[in-house]
């Protein structure tokens, strides 16, 4: 079936209701007909829900869904996104262990590498974005994990998946890549060679800021051992969570649809904007990495980020002028939302670290919304007026 297809019809077996929409199993544990189901339940001899802990109708429907949008052959589903992060390295690693991984991360995910993975001994080591070439000088005898994210957050640069795919086989090393940004609708990973790919569910896939979500798919081994860690540290997705996810992604290819027309038309009339130094979205041809963005993804996803004369002063000064775009820390909602994460979502990060992933004191993220075309164009133009 088509992407479309796919994601509305591929549904929970209807009970005995004969219900159209998959039914809310709001319940923690679930029963059992006698001991010896129990007892083969429990050894895994008989595939059925024990505890939602573990597994529950609704996130099996969600991770079922996400498996056939990314082509993936197992997954598991989190309460958020970082839990899926933190979870899929604390499965597939073990202390000495090595990581290599594009420098451009989401600030959460650059504290994990940097502050926490350290105190069980995995380090990691960071290429730019521009630097691909360096990734093999940086590979050693323990490295096991090739990890980025294409589009990057906040930055919006893109790495050449194949290459990532490429320089993972000939190493042997597992390519983990977070697809929160372009979605499966826009790319698919697993394609290029990716073993684990990982979605905050709380952006587009949810896509109207309502609950928070995260997930993992891949290969099965990997995935069990994901499993398994996760049935024993609880970091699982919620039924309700799961049921609202399942129900979001029936609409996302249309979502991400009109997402991409809208941001395509606003970034396009940001580029002649005095007060703007440059404009970065993976679709206009003066994006570093416009052909790759023409080779890997459908379209070029919902985030614009932008970059004012000024520095701190004006990105502050531009946030405040805004009149009907939010002020958030979450991304691909059906509202518009301007970040400024020099003074925010990335603010904890030396300064060094930030300009290294190209978040300089000016960048301003831009999440575009489903308003109307011209709504988002005029308020983000009369808040750059005065700058």
Known sequence: ???????????LERSSFKEHSSPLYVTSSFV????????????????RAIYSRFTNPNTSEFISKMCALEGAEAG????????????????????????????????????????YL???????????????????????????????????NPAVALLDLAVLGAIAKKH??????????????????????????????TKLIDGQGRVLGGVAVGRADLIREIYLFSRNSGPALSPFNAWILSKSLETL???VDKHCENALQ???????????????????????????????????????????????????????????CSLSANLGDTRTIVTHPASTTHSRLPES?????????????????????????????????TL
């Open 76 to 115: 598991y589903a989190f309460a958020t996104g970082m839990s899926a992060i933190f979870s899929t390295f604390a499965a597939l690693l073990n202390s000495g262990d090595h990581i290599v991984s594009c420098r451009s991360v989401f600030g959460s995910t650059h504290s994990l590498f940097t502050k």
């Open 172 to 201: 042997n090393l597992l390519l983990v890549i977070d697809n929160c940004f372009a979605t499966p609708y826009l790319q698919q990973p697993i394609k290029y060679g990716a073993d684990v790919v990982l979605h905050s569910a």
């Open 266 to 324: 606003l970034a396009t009339a940001l580029e002649s904007n005095t007060a703007i130094k440059t404009v970065k979205y993976p679709f206009l041809p003066s994006h570093p990495q416009y052909e790759i963005a023409l080779q890997q993804m459908k379209k070029g996803g919902n985030i614009i980020s932008i970059e004012l004369h000024g520095g701190i002063a004006a990105g502050r000064t531009f946030l405040n002028n805004l009149k009907m």
């Open 353 to 385: 670290d930030r300009l290294e992933t190209g978040i300089t004191e000016g960048l301003v993220r831009i999440s575009v919304g489903l308003e109307h075309i011209e709504d988002i164009t005029n308020d983000i133009e009369q808040a750059l007026v």
């Open 32 to 47: 059992f007909d006698d001991a010896e189901e129990m007892r083969a339940s429990f050894a895994e001899e008989k595939d």
């Open 1 to 11: 079936m088509h992407f479309e297809t796919e994601a509305i019809r591929n549904q």
């Open 253 to 255: 290819a249309v979502r």
């Open 118 to 152: 350290p105190k069980w001994n995995i380090q990691t080591s960071f290429f730019k974005v521009d630097e691909v070439d360096t990734i093999t000088s940086l590979i050693t005898e323990n490295t096991k994990i090739l990890y980025a994210e294409t589009p990057t």
